[in-house]
């Protein structure tokens, strides 16, 4: 697993067909990566010709597209590589549009209507290893949860506090502090969950510890 707390993001691509929105896209990933060589493609075509030429750092993908969906997008990315970071910016929140994208492999899922400014603090806070998700994405998540009974872990008790703290939005520093161990032996425990779970992000992770009832 890529550890994301000191991520160096060079290159990224903004997929987007509207183009205020990827112009204020632009800006914001500007305002927080200011060094960060920006492309931008307003159609699964662009994008798909951008993405033959090299994979980018980063992917703010919107998922209403002229010509298709940009879950594919997202899937078409972590089917090459897992490293790149996959951001949904959209203006769906439903269900419809969050667990298809999330299972297709998109690392967070933020909605527009939350503006520039909240933007460019999730991208800063993906700096720091946080989950990069809108606040009413994060909610809808734990609503969808909140009813069912918690399903049963395949994880140990350690892998499973583990898996709690980050669930909740701590980084693998903090995590390692409040455990009392190494950094290194923490992304060793993160590893072992996301093969173990099947999964490949901090999104699907803190979807996993709600199922397992460890965010309430």
């Known amino acids: 697993m890529t550890d994301r707390t000191e991520p160096v993001y060079r290159t990224a691509l903004i997929i987007e067909d509207l183009p205020a929105a990827r112009t204020w896209l632009k800006e914001a990933v500007s305002m927080a990566f ?17 993405l033959e030429r090299a994979l980018p750092d980063l992917a703010l993908v919107d998922l209403g597209l002229p010509d298709g ?29 969050l ?17 520039q400014n909240e933007l460019v603090r999730i991208l800063h806070e993906i700096s720091q290893g946080k989950p990069p998700l ?6 809808r998540l734990l609503e969808f949860f909140h009813t069912p009974e918690p399903s049963t872990s395949p994880l140990t008790p350690r892998q499973t506090d583990v898996l709690q703290l980050i669930g909740k ?3 693998l520093p903090e995590v390692s502090e409040f455990l ?6 923490t992304a060793g425990y993160v590893k072992d969950i996301y093969r173990k779970l099947g999964i490949s992000s ?3 992770a803190a979807l996993k510890a709600a199922e397992f009832g460890l965010l309430s």
């Open 69 to 97: 969906d940009g879950t594919g997008l997202i899937a078409a990315i972590k089917a090459r590589s897992t490293d790149p970071l996959c951001l949904v910016t959209s203006t769906f929140a439903d269900d419809d549009h």
């Open 134 to 139: 809108s606040p009413g994405i994060a909610k």
């Open 99 to 115: 667990f298809p994208a999330l299972r297709a492999g998109a690392d967070g899922y933020f909605t527009k209507d939350q503006g």
């Open 169 to 171: 939005g701590y980084s």
């Open 180 to 185: 009392g161990i190494t950094r290194n032996t």
């Open 202 to 204: 901090r999104a699907e």
């Open 34 to 50: 200011p060094t960060i060589k920006i492309e931008t493609a307003g159609s699964c075509k662009q994008a798909r010709a951008c």
